[in-house]
């Protein structure tokens, strides 16, 4: 049985990044095979993690309208073009979602390609999903079993409060999720005692559970300008070293 871990967070959180260290950690200790899902419509994991998008799914959806062949079946024509769409890598396997529907949504191609990427995410150790703030993709997706939701947030009491508000959607999207999860990204060296204080008051009135703090790390930084994929980034890496024991954490807890 695979596990999904899905993280969400308002944008310029940095939860990208943390995808991209998570898909790190799961193939450098052979928890493979790794399926990465970008399904936030602004993406850009697949820079992080240094491979190039050919095809996405919401190109796929479209071409369902027009462009299947009369001599194929509709399921087996999605089933061909959604293996093309795999970027196959070290370790992991990326596909990438795309911009969402526009006016005139082609419901039926979305119910053929959400039937065939889960029977897909079935092959996979680890399915890590990168999502929107919003978590609609999810429910787009029809993934209504998650078994990490990561909620990543600055470290900001206002962004603590927008991650507290995030995790309040699983109940209106009838997600069933094992464990909610609070990442605080980019904290300083020293954390002021009263937001940490706040985090965890939000932790224990939405009933997430505080994974811990990210530091602010210079070698992002500095990967992010040089458009350097994380994985890159040495074992011996301070913030690849703290963010490993964060996932050992959420990965010991279960589901």
Not at 22 to 34: F, I, M, Q
Not at 162 to 169: K, N
């Amino acid at each position: 049985m695979s596990q999904t871990i899905a993280l969400a967070g308002k944008g310029g959180t940095g939860k990208t990044t943390v995808a991209a260290l998570l898909v790190k950690y799961l193939t450098e200790t052979g928890k493979t095979p790794v399926l990465a899902v970008d399904a936030d419509p602004n993406a850009n994991l697949n820079e992080l993690l240094g491979v190039e998008v050919e095809v996405t799914l919401g190109e796929i959806k479209n071409e369902l309208r027009t462009a299947v062949p009369e001599s194929m079946a509709r399921g087996d024509f999605i089933e061909m073009r959604l293996n093309e769409a795999i970027i196959e890598a070290q370790g992991f396997d990326l596909i990438v979602m795309g911009q969402p529907e526009g006016p005139g949504c082609y419901c039926a191609a979305h119910a053929f390609l959400s039937q065939a990427l889960e029977k897909l995410m079935r092959h996979y150790a680890y399915v890590v999903v990168d999502n929107e703030a919003g978590m609609e993709h999810l429910s787009r997706l029809n993934m209504r079993k998650i078994d990490h939701l990561l909620v990543v947030s600055d470290a900001s009491s206002r962004g603590v409060m927008t991650a507290g508000r995030i995790a309040e959607l699983i109940k209106p999207l009838q997600l069933e999720v094992g464990k909610v999860w609070l990442l605080v990204n980019r904290a300083p060296g020293q954390i002021p005692p009263a937001l940490d204080d706040y985090v965890r008051q939000i932790c224990a009135e939405k009933k997430m559970e505080f994974l811990g703090y990210l530091k602010e790390s210079p070698e992002i930084f500095e990967a992010e300008i040089e458009r350097r994929p994380l994985l890159a980034l040495p074992k011996e890496s301070k913030v690849y070293q703290e963010a490993t024991a964060l996932f050992e954490r959420l990965l010991s807890k279960g589901a």
